[in-house]
């Protein structure tokens, strides 16, 4: 994670993720939350997955 921000400079793509959350936490409808809550942090370390994926293949070419 600590690399991710050294290269990007931030722990997120600034955006939309933040505002279905703020929107299930004011509807007061717990299940939404939850469901919120989870693909946010799904998809947030599914990105971090991609980004070092994609690092370890530059390694790999860059090695050769």
């Not at 793509?13 to 919120?36: M, Q, W």
């Not at 994926?53 to 390694?59: A, F, I, S, T, V």
């Amino acid at each position: 994670l600590l690399l991710y921000i050294d290269v990007y400079k931030s722990t997120e793509i600034p955006g939309y993720e933040h505002t279905f959350v703020l929107d299930a936490i004011r509807s007061k409808n717990a299940e939404l939350l939850e469901l919120c809550i989870h693909d946010h942090v799904m998809s947030a370390g599914n990105g971090v997955m991609t980004f070092l994926e994609q690092r370890q293949k530059m390694r790999v070419v860059n090695s050769n």
